[in-house]
Nanobody
């Protein structure tokens, strides 16, 4: 059984920085595609960044150049460094694990990021 626990959310001013982390509990972390999603009230959950087992991280256009996702297979965790935060980045951020073969996916409980002046 996989468990995902996010941390690092908080309140920040526009232009500020936050770093989110997600700890993976379970086996075979290295084969999972790991993702960061976010959801604001009244909107659908949207992909922010994707970390496959190899290759560079993928970031959606709205965060490209400001956010950097990374994974550490030894520590079994992923991170999302968020710079130059904007009001529209306010959301609950979720860690997501996707098993490439079994089609099983897991979600963390989410961590709130609020960007406010």
């Amino acid at each position: 059984q996989v468990q995902l626990v996010e941390s690092g959310g908080g309140l920040v001013h526009p232009g500020g920085t936050l770093k989110l982390s997600c700890t993976f509990s379970g086996s075979s972390f290295g084969i999972y595609t790991m993702n960061w999603y976010r959801q604001s009230p009244g909107t659908q959950r949207e992909l922010v960044a994707r970390l496959t087992t190899s290759g560079p991280a993928y970031h959606v256009d709205s965060v490209k150049g400001r956010f950097t996702a990374s994974r550490d297979n030894l520590k079994k965790m992923i991170s999302l460094e968020m710079n130059n935060l904007k009001l529209e980045d306010t959301a609950t951020y979720f860690c997501h694990a996707d098993h490439p073969i079994q089609g099983i996916e897991y979600w963390g409980q989410g961590t709130q990021v609020t960007v406010s002046s």
